[in-house]
């Protein structure tokens, strides 16, 4: 069984900068997408960034310009650099993979907390 193993979450003061990575424990059969999605109490988790295999971005609006995600599909590990990181930001950050039968895999979720 494929497990999703995230790490690099933690507390930041605004503005600084975290680097979030996720690897999948086992090769991913027919990988589609890989990304990031971030959840707080009481809110619906919500998609920050995701890359296709054929390196097709979506990107949420409310991070363009600060965050980058990038992939490394030889090791299906994807990557969130996240810079000038503010309160808003402040949520549990949960990878996300997708395969072309559409099967989802989720990790275990990463805290992000952005706080003076």
């Known amino acids: 069984q494929v497990q999703l193993v995230e790490s690099g979450g933690g507390l930041v003061q605004p503005g600084g900068s975290l680097r979030l990575s996720c690897a999948a424990s086992?090769?991913?059969?027919?990988?589609?997408?890989m990304g990031w999605y971030r959840q707080v109490p009481g809110k619906k988790r919500e998609l920050v960034a995701a890359?296709?295999?054929?390196?097709?971005?979506n990107i949420a609006d409310s991070v363009k310009g600060r965050f980058t995600i990038s992939t490394d599909n030889a090791k299906d590990t994807v990557n969130l650099q996240m810079n000038n990181l503010k309160p808003e930001d402040t949520a549990v950050y949960y990878c996300?993979?997708?395969?072309?039968?559409?099967?989802?895999?989720w990790g275990q979720g990463t805290q992000v907390t952005v706080s003076s």
């Open positions: 890359v296709t295999s054929g390196s097709n971005i």
């Open positions: 996300n993979a997708k395969t072309r039968t559409a099967i989802n895999y």
């Open positions: 086992r090769s991913i059969a027919s990988l589609y997408a």
